[in-house]
């Protein structure tokens, strides 16, 4: 079979230069009825592929039709594919057409479907074009319901090319008035596309209106979803309109929103747009609320079209007086909207100052529509009108209701690359996160945690090369936007929140210290400030400062003195700060000068009361003891340790040992020195593993240098596949409920690599041998906090499974995710109850659906609700557009990918979905087509 597959390769690659192409034409022929499917497959790929070249084209071309019939779809597809790309090539189009309808009558799904394609390609090039029509007319006889919808489907596409298309209409559209069901909705799409295409549009609209007006309950309502498809396709626009506004008057309700959809499509086109504002403004008043809210939609993208805007404002004034919310919502984002037009406008002025005594919802929307304005730059021109919209905004950010706030600060956030006063901006929130006022306290502290908030995610973005947030970074650093002055004055005002007495304020303070402090010039002082932070009154506050210990050590001027601060605050009183203070222990002691001091506190600490930060100072000794002055003594100090009452303390005490051999291995001399270590650290690691202990850990190590002694061992090279393969199953079993799985499976795969390097031939030299033992302590060096996260992550998990019922932090958090859920149902049912009669009311109600049966019972629901919110974000991406008005629905999306915490990405969802009846939906999208 290999053999006759190179045959017709070669024969492939060299059928133009052959010097007898029709002995190989012959051979290709024999092969394409070969026994061997994969061989015919084969063959029948080469001959599509030398088709321009053979010999005899008619004599191929019966061949590949007869080799469709075959029993193998591989061949089957295949001779279809080529036949499909082919027939241009063949003399006698009708030939050709009557070779593809056999097809479409009789062949399976899949050639039937390549046939239909091909028909419809063929038509215009057949010569009896009538025959042509009455043979796609007798397919639709067929008894096959697939090939009826086919033939249905061919003829609207072909009606372009059809002589006499008066006959050809009247036809098509009495089929449509005869047929039922599937078939019935099936023709009256193909007659949308026969319109489309038709060169007389004049007669065919007055039978669709007369269809509309006459016609009986499915006929009219299939009537108006055609006429829809095709009113910006219409001619006479003026004339559309007008039919389109007598309709939204119809006593059928499906008729009148199938006109209301046609009125934001059709907008753009009409010549008289000050009148066609008018018409909208009106049915912005309609009894019925699809009308209603279709024509209020569309209130944003007309005004910038009105030439007469001071009256077109005056209009968007007296409809936001309106008692329907959804068209009030929609008013105001207009007038926002439209203010940039009128600007130097005293009284445009006022009423925009207005819009914060609205109600709560139409605040929301104004806030959305703000940051649109901003975005799409039109907050430009005479009177300085983005200075106004931005202090409505503050207004907003500084609004009585939470949700009016949040919505506010993400906009400010959204459009801060875009404002030209950053400095004053940022200086303005300053002064309000200081007032005395907590509403407004809370309003500017939520706003600055947006604003900063964001800037980390385009930093990030940047940092991992995507282009929209690198362009976005380049456009605007936040350095060089702020400036040091005002960066000091920021962590100053998050110093001051952080002791505020307002808790909203201290938990923003608490999210904006790690936002921030990368941002600040001056370090010196930070490490001083979080361990003053750490005594805070907020527990949240707290965490996150000690969390950031770490992280400002580097920076203190005196770090003596900042490590004193370090041991001091292990033995606070709140747990999460010994903790924040313990994890800092690792990284900060290369930093310290007298390292006899730090090696003492760290021998001190292991007898420490607190198992966390026994076990952090025990697992400091892996790296700090490459850095003792004095490695006789810190080797004799871990070797005392292995008598250490503490069960993690003698764990991590051989860990060491092991890493301090491996070490002494890299050094080497000699494969036999080089040997004695390995097999000594591997020793070590397996006494570490098999110290009794309440909570096993990972076998990180053991796991790696023990597959990796094994390879170096063996008197023969193999790929070692097999043995990388077990290393990586043997570690993902270890660590496969961990919250950083991903990061962990990606350092695997790394080690696995080595692995498989270390069992090539090449590798068996000494220097080749060290070098990947060198490799594996970079990687191990820098996944240590990695490793220790999940290390610690299993110490808790085991915890709480000897106690065999959930602490009560976990039961806490267990509360805070059903609570949310619950929260996140009824922003849902509200969603439905806010846009109903809109045409946001499908995607609402969809969303509604979707999130109605979110549970939290077990840890087992963790991955079905990860599962549940892909589901989510397909259907919002499905039936919301990606547009610039949509811009906070897409943020929210990436938000939610972005946390790693459920709890959180939960609360993402809750905002999202309270923010979907905001969206911009259009005719088309809402109704899934």
Not at 155 to 161: C, D, I, K, P
Not at 323 to 341: G, T, W
Not at 639 to 651: I, Q, T, W
Request: glycine share 4%; proline share 4%; aromatic share 8%.
């Amino acid at each position: 079979m290999e053999e006759k597959i190179d045959a017709l390769n070669q024969l492939s690659a060299n059928f133009e230069f052959l010097p007898d192409r029709e002995q190989a034409f012959d051979d290709m022929l024999r092969l394409s009825s070969d026994k061997d499917n994969l061989v015919t497959e084969t063959a029948v790929k080469t001959l599509e592929l030398v088709y321009p070249h053979v010999p005899d084209r008619k004599k191929l071309w019966t061949k590949l039709a007869g080799l469709t019939a075959s029993q193998a779809p591989g061949v089957r597809n295949a001779a279809m594919h080529a036949l499909s790309s082919s027939y241009i090539l063949i003399p006698g189009e009708q030939m050709v057409w009557t070779d593809f309808l056999k097809l479409a009558s009789s062949g399976t799904d899949s050639v039937k479907e390549y046939a239909f394609s091909c028909l419809k390609s063929v038509f215009p090039l057949v010569p009896d074009k009538i025959q042509a029509w009455k043979d796609l007319f007798e397919l639709r006889e067929s008894a096959d319901m697939n090939t009826r919808v086919e033939a249905t489907r061919a003829l609207g596409v072909v009606f372009s090319h059809v002589e006499d298309q008066d006959k050809a209409w009247k036809e098509l559209f009495k089929l449509a008035l005869e047929e039922k069901g599937t078939l019935q909705k099936e023709t009256f799409e193909a007659l949308a596309s026969a319109f489309i295409r038709s060169r007389n549009k004049e007669t065919e609209w007055q039978d669709l209106l007369g269809l509309v007006a006459s016609g009986k309950g499915t006929l009219r309502r299939c009537a108006a979803d055609t006429m829809f498809l095709v009113f910006p396709h219409f001619p006479d626009k003026n004339k559309a309109w007008s039919t389109l506004l007598k309709l939204s008057r119809a006593a059928d309700g499906h008729v009148r929103d199938r006109a209301a959809d046609s009125i934001a499509p059709l907008f753009p086109h009409l010549e008289d747009k000050d009148s066609a504002w008018k018409d909208l403004t009106e049915l912005a008043g309609s009894k019925v609320s699809y009308v209603r809210g279709r024509a209020a939609d569309t209130l944003v993208q007309a005004f910038p079209q009105v030439s007469d805007k001071k009256k077109a404002w005056e209009d968007l004034l007296r409809l936001k007086a309106e008692s329907q919310s959804y068209v009030i919502m929609r008013a105001m984002h207009a007038l926002a909207s439209a203010y940039p037009y009128l600007a130097s406008d005293e009284e445009a002025s006022e009423e925009l100052s207005k819009i914060t005594r609205k109600p709560a919802f139409a605040r929301r929307s104004v806030a959305y529509s703000l940051a649109y304005v901003f975005k799409e730059g039109n907050a430009k021109g005479p009177g300085n009108p983005g200075k106004q919209l931005f202090i409505e905004l503050l207004k907003l950010a500084i609004d009585v209701d939470s949700y009016v706030r949040m919505d506010a600060a993400d906009s400010l956030a959204s459009v801060f690359p875009h404002l030209p006063e950053k400095k004053w901006t940022c200086g303005k929130l300053l002064n309000l996160s200081a007032h005395p006022d907590p509403i407004i306290r809370r309003g500017a502290s939520v706003s600055l945690r947006s604003l900063f908030s964001r800037i980390g995610d385009q930093n990030r973005g940047m940092n991992k090369g995507s282009k929209k947030d690198i362009e976005i970074g380049s456009e605007q650093d936040i350095k060089a936007g702020l400036g040091q002055e005002i960066m000091t004055g920021v962590w100053e005002e998050v110093l001051r929140m952080g002791v505020d007495h307002e808790s909203p304020v201290r938990k923003d303070a608490a999210d904006l210290l790690s936002m921030v402090l990368p941002l600040v010039k001056d370090k010196t002082s930070i490490f001083y400030n979080l361990s003053d932070l750490c005594s805070g009154p907020e527990n949240y506050l707290r965490k996150s400062a000690s969390d950031l210990l770490a992280l400002a050590f580097p920076f203190a001027e005196d770090k003596q003195d900042a490590w004193g601060q370090l041991v001091q605050l292990s033995s606070h009183w709140d747990k999460d700060v010994r903790k924040g203070a313990a994890k800092a222990f690792a990284p900060s002691f290369p930093l310290v000068p007298d390292k006899n001091k730090a090696w003492a506190d760290l021998l001190s600490l292991t007898n420490h009361r607190d198992s966390s930060v026994q076990r952090a100072a025990a697992r400091a000794f892996e790296s700090a003891y490459a850095m003792h002055p004095d490695p006789y003594e810190a080797l004799e100090s871990l070797k005392k340790l292995k008598g250490s009452e503490c069960a993690y303390v003698r764990k991590y005490a051989f860990r060491s040992l092991g890493i301090a051999s491996l070490h002494d291995a890299a050094k080497a001399k000699s494969g036999a020195e080089y040997m004695h270590g390995l097999k000594e650290a591997v020793l070590d690691f397996r006494n570490s593993a098999e110290t009794a202990s309440n909570h096993p850990l990972p076998g990180f190590y053991l796991n790696f240098y023990e597959n990796f002694l094994n390879l170096l061992s063996a008197e023969s090279s193999e790929t070692g596949r097999e043995e990388s393969e077990e290393y990586f199953s043997a570690m993902i079993c270890e660590v496969g409920d961990a919250d950083e799985i991903d990061a962990l499976s990606r350092t695997f795969r790394k080690f696995e690599k080595i692995i498989q390097d270390a069992a090539k031939p090449g590798s068996t030299d000494l220097a080749s041998e060290k070098k990947l033992l060198e490799s594996s302590l970079r990687i191990f060096e820098d996944s240590s906090a990695l490793f220790e996260r999940a290390e610690e992550e299993v110490v808790l998990s085991k915890k709480l499974e000897q106690k065999g019922h959930p602490a009560l932090k976990q039961k806490v958090s267990e509360q805070r995710m059903k609570d949310t859920l619950e929260e996140i149902r009824a922003k849902a049912r509200f969603a439905c109850f806010l846009v109903k009669g809109t045409s946001s009311e499908e995607i609402t109600s969809a969303i509604s659906r979707e999130v109605r049966d979110w549970t939290f019972e077990t840890s087992a629901d963790k991955k079905v609700l990860m599962q549940k919110m892909e589901a989510l974000e397909t259907i919002i991406r499905k039936n919301i557009p990606e547009s610039p008005e949509n811009s906070h629905i897409f943020d929210r999306l990436e938000d939610i990918r972005k946390e790693k915490y459920l709890l959180s990405r939960c609360r993402i969802v809750a905002r999202l979905v309270g923010q979907v009846p905001m969206a911009m939906i259009p005719a088309e999208r809402a109704i899934g087509f």
